[in-house]
Nanobody, 123 residues
Framework: VQLQASGGGLVQAGGSLRLSCAASGGTFSGYHMGWFREVPGKEREFVGFITWSGDSTYYTDSVKGRFAISRDDAKNIMYLQMNSLKPEDTAVYYC?????????????????WGQGTQVTVSS
């Protein structure tokens, strides 16, 4: 299975973007999934998480109320809707498959990562 994130781009502060994470060569059905982001010189940080059923989501504090994760397993796609974007949201965004048992915010508990997509928010 391979994951591919897409949908990034350049947007003004206050704008919106929707990222997609598509699975190919297999499915992520039945797996919890997460989104992370990374800026140069910093560690990749947790953004949000969605359970395998889609019933529950969790977010880092800085994006709560602005970002929303959803999934469509029939299409093998997960989404990250990003609203009210801020310049500090600028990063490369990655989707990943969780296989852990302890912390959904720890990147060590993800085994499969997609190629990232660049999001740039201008002020």
């Amino acid at each position: 299975v391979q994951l591919q994130a897409s949908g990034g781009g350049l947007v003004q502060a206050g704008g919106s973007l929707r990222l997609s994470c598509a699975a190919s060569g297999g499915t992520f059905s039945g797996y919890h999934m997460g989104w992370f982001r990374e800026v140069p010189g910093k560690e990749r940080e947790f953004v949000g998480f969605i359970t395998w059923s889609g019933d529950s989501t969790y977010y880092t504090d800085s994006v709560k109320g602005r970002f929303a994760i959803s999934r469509d397993d029939a299409k093998n796609i997960m989404y990250l809707q990003m609203n009210s974007l801020k310049p500090e949201d600028t990063a490369v965004y990655y989707c990943a498959r969780w296989i852990g048992s302890h912390s959904y915010a720890s990147r060590r508990e993800y085994d499969l990562w997609g190629q990232g997509t660049q999001v740039t928010v201008s002020s």
